[in-house]
């Protein structure tokens, strides 16, 4: 959620951590923060974007070493106070977090008995305090004060600080909320998300759950919770500049729908062979055995990736005969727990550090299950702790609403349940050789949508300023439905609804008359004459269609108001092609509504609190 960013090394730190917080605004955008140190702490920070921190920083900000914050709050409001960094009592320290300290009324409690005094209503300034504590006690390590802090501390922490009496070092500590070391020469970073380092070095290292890290210019340790050092992998950052950045287009979500058919072209390649019907996912062959026998997939995930997990069960349950749970991974934990041995959990997320989703994968995993992740961010903290998993490989996703990833997350999802039917004996090596060769087409497909976007546009302007939506689907495009309704209102904050078609009339139907846009997905053959009879319903109570369909579907065209012609495709692939239309719809209708597209208020891209 709130983006954290530290530099220790020659050069002014106040720049390089402005630019970190600038590419890590998307995670967190209520206020932003810096400390440095040049002799003393120079702390900045407050209420508003990064922009406003640059300004108010102007030139002055001196030191070589410093840590930065962009803030998502969980306690206490957005406002000057509450913005991290946070400082000790006696000024002489200042401290970054993200995560949520679960006992910090307690420490509080305990620290105003020892005379601390709180000028803010955050979770973290307790952690600063209750340091500073320590190290009254014994000024010898800041790192052994910080220890003795965080056994104190429930909850969960990504932390970064410095202090003036420590000039050399910045301690970073981590359970629960992502941190990494980005490596230099001479120099060193610290960040919450590699996109903050990618400009200056592309060696990284992982800091799991539990470890703390002293870090100086030159060098860093890594020591685990029971305080044994170890060695940890430097890992090859595989980022480039251009791909977060936003490349000319307005807006970063703009960019990745439009980047769609190359994140499934990526994400198909070397994967694929249509001519001999076969399917390869390095990531999951050493454990097909147990996936070709499992009782039952339990797919958990949260937003966008629990609609692509809804699609997923269409298409294992069609492809592979397997039944299929969906989860939110929010309420999984909270249910009888029935998974076990023999059953496969695969958890799907954009950016694998989701908070939900990863304590389902632990719970799952701690009762026998194998779990299986479907993760773009490589080297997060899903896609490490799974057993095994697929990248989807879309590249960054920055914008806060979820676009390429969706169309990926479904791609791979698609691959998994083509390989696991091949395995099964479910489909045929014919027919896989035809749903690959239709598959390998879906780039092409998505382009020529993202070729006629006036159309969109168009719709786009008539109804901007409707105070509702709602979206229909049946089969696969019902997920889509979905996704569709969260698109809108996630940037545009209308609201909107997804439904199954046929569930309307069984309450929804109650809200439609001429003031609603109803978009239809009438995408799939097999349920096309069911669909027309909905339109219908919907029409006699005036409602307003906005269909998207194939040219194949020309019914559903005369009877719309609206129809958005999507090229055909077989049922199985049809919300790849779908939901196009409708993130375009939204953005526009965000865009004429003069919303921040990129950065919805209320939202982080990676929610990392449960
Ligand atoms: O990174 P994840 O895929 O785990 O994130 C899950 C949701 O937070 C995410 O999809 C969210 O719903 C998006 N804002 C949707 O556009």
Redesign the pocket.
């Known amino acids: 959620m709130c983006g954290i960013v530290g530099y220790i090394g020659n050069k002014q730190a106040s720049k390089i951590i402005i630019d970190g917080l600038k590419r890590l605004e998307y995670r967190g955008y209520d206020s932003a923060g810096i400390a440095t140190l040049n002799g003393k702490i120079q702390l900045n920070k407050g209420k508003g974007k990064v922009a406003n921190l640059e300004k108010m920083i102007g030139d002055s900000q001196n030191g070589s070493i410093g840590i930065g914050h962009t803030r998502w709050a969980t306690h206490g409001e957005p406002n000057d106070i509450n913005s991290h960094p946070h400082i000790s009592q006696n000024g002489k320290l200042a401290l970054v977090h993200n995560g949520i300290i679960e006992n910090y009324n307690t420490l509080k409690k305990k620290l105003n008995d020892q005379g601390y005094e709180f000028y803010s209503e955050t979770d973290t300034e307790v952690v600063a305090k209750l340091i500073e504590s320590f190290l009254e006690k014994d000024s010898s390590s800041l790192k052994k004060a910080v220890q003795l802090a965080l056994h104190q501390v429930t909850g969960t922490y990504g932390i970064a600080l410095v202090h003036s009496d420590f000039p050399d070092q910045i301690i970073v500590a981590r359970k629960g909320s992502p941190l990494l070391l980005g490596v230099g020469d001479g120099e060193m970073l610290i960040a919450s998300d590699a996109s903050a380092v990618a400009a200056y070095t592309d060696k990284v290292v992982y800091l799991d759950d539990g470890e703390i890290a002293v870090i100086t210019k030159d060098d860093y340790t890594v020591e685990s919770s029971d305080q044994v050092e170890l060695t940890k992998e430097i890992h090859e950052l595989a980022l480039s500049l251009e791909e977060i950045e936003k490349g000319g287009y307005d807006h970063f979500m703009l960019k990745e729908i439009f980047e769609q058919p190359k994140a499934i072209s990526d994400c198909l390649r070397g994967r694929i062979n249509a001519e001999e019907g076969t399917i390869t996912l390095g990531g999951i062959e050493n454990v097909m055995d147990q996936l070709v026998n499992a009782n039952r997939i339990v797919i958990a ?7 692509s997990g809804l699609v997923g069960e269409y298409l294992f349950e069609y492809l592979a005969k397997v039944p299929v749970e969906v989860e939110y ?1 929010s309420e999984f934990r909270y249910k009888e727990q029935l998974i076990g041995e023999g059953d496969v959990m695969i958890v ?7 908070a ?2 990863l304590a389902a994968l632990r719970e799952a995993q701690s009762r026998g299950a194998l779990v299986l992740g479907v ?3 490589v080297g997060s903290t ?1 896609a490490r702790e799974t057993d095994a998993g697929v990248y989807i490989h879309a590249g960054p996703e920055i ?5 390429k ?2 169309t990926a ?1 479904v791609t791979v999802l698609t691959l998994m349940a083509i390989r696991l039917g091949l395995e099964k004996g479910t489909i045929k090596k014919e027919e896989a050789q035809k749903l690959i060769k239709e598959l390998a087409l879906i780039p092409s497909k998505i382009e020529s949508i993202l070729e006629n976007t006036d159309h969109i546009e168009h719709i786009s302007r008539l109804f901007s300023y409707a105070p509702n939506f709602l979206y229909l689907g049946r089969s696969y495009s019902f997920p889509v439905a979905l ?1 569709g309704a ?2 809108l209102k ?2 545009s904050y209308i609201h909107a609804e997804g439904y199954p078609a046929a569930e309307m009339k069984h309450g929804p139907i109650a809200l439609i008359d001429e003031m609603m846009p109803v978009v239809v997905i009438a995408a799939t053959h097999h349920t096309n004459d069911k669909m027309i009879s909905n339109i219908e319903e919907v029409k006699a109570r005036k409602g307003r269609i906005i269909a998207i369909t194939t040219s194949e579907n020309g019914e559903v065209s005369d009877l719309a108001e609206f129809s958005t012609i999507i090229p055909a495709t077989m049922d199985v692939f049809s919300p790849l092609l779908s939901v196009i239309p409708l993130q375009l719809l939204s953005y526009y209708v965000a865009v004429n509504r003069g919303c921040n597209v990129d950065q ?1 208020r209320n ?5 990392t609190v449960e």
């Open positions: 995930a949260c937003g966008t990736s629990w609609h991974a799907i997320s954009q950016s694998g550090e989701t939900d989703t993760v773009n961010v899903i914008g806060v609403a979820s676009t990833a969706f997350q996704e969260l698109k996630e940037i919805p939202l982080a891209k990676s929610v």
